[in-house]
């Protein structure tokens, strides 16, 4: 199974479309919301979200999305990452509500070889996150350095193939 792409291995305009999708369960939202301190109604009031947003009920934390969808993405697009090197953009364009499921696809849009270092690229790539209706709900943009498989293979240690991870044998 392949786990990310070597530079080689992207193609401008290739799309990736991520499985499975994630359902949010409100238990998802307010863990989340929780575990970065984003204590507002909207998220985490059932009685306020009611009463007082158009929405009538809890929105699910953007971040949360945004996360999932970068998640999603990994064995796909930054499986083999040096690094993320920035998020471009982030848009979130539709709320999401508990109960939503999440699906994510990402869109290769440039490729360049590294200026300073022949082992490595550059790839920009644009994730989008849509519901279970088709809506779309997130889209963002980021740059991510991977290397070039020529490299990645003669740098491995003698006996180690890069492209299949080992495991620990099991001890008695």
Request: net charge negative.
């Amino acid at each position: 199974m392949q786990f990310g792409r070597y530079y080689e291995e992207f193609e401008v305009g290739a799309v990736y479309r991520h499985w499975p999708g994630k359902t949010v369960t409100e238990y998802d939202d307010h863990l989340f919301c929780l575990l970065t301190m984003n204590h507002h109604p909207l998220h985490m009031d059932a009685h306020y979200a009611e009463s007082a947003t158009h929405f009538k009920r809890n929105v699910v934390v953007g971040n949360y999305i945004y996360s999932l969808l970068l998640g999603m993405s990994v064995p796909d697009v930054s499986g083999k990452a040096i690094a993320n090197l920035e998020v471009e953009s982030l848009r979130h364009v539709a709320p999401t509500f508990h109960g939503d499921t999440i699906y994510g696809e990402t869109t290769v849009l440039d490729k360049r070889e590294s200026g300073s270092k022949p082992d490595r690229g550059v790839v920009s790539v644009e994730t989008r996150g849509y519901n279970q209706d088709g809506t779309l709900v997130c889209v963002f943009r980021r740059r991510v350095m991977v290397p070039k498989r020529e490299y990645a293979v003669a740098a491995a240690p003698e006996g180690v193939d890069p492209e299949r991870p080992s495991f620990p044998e099991p001890q008695a």
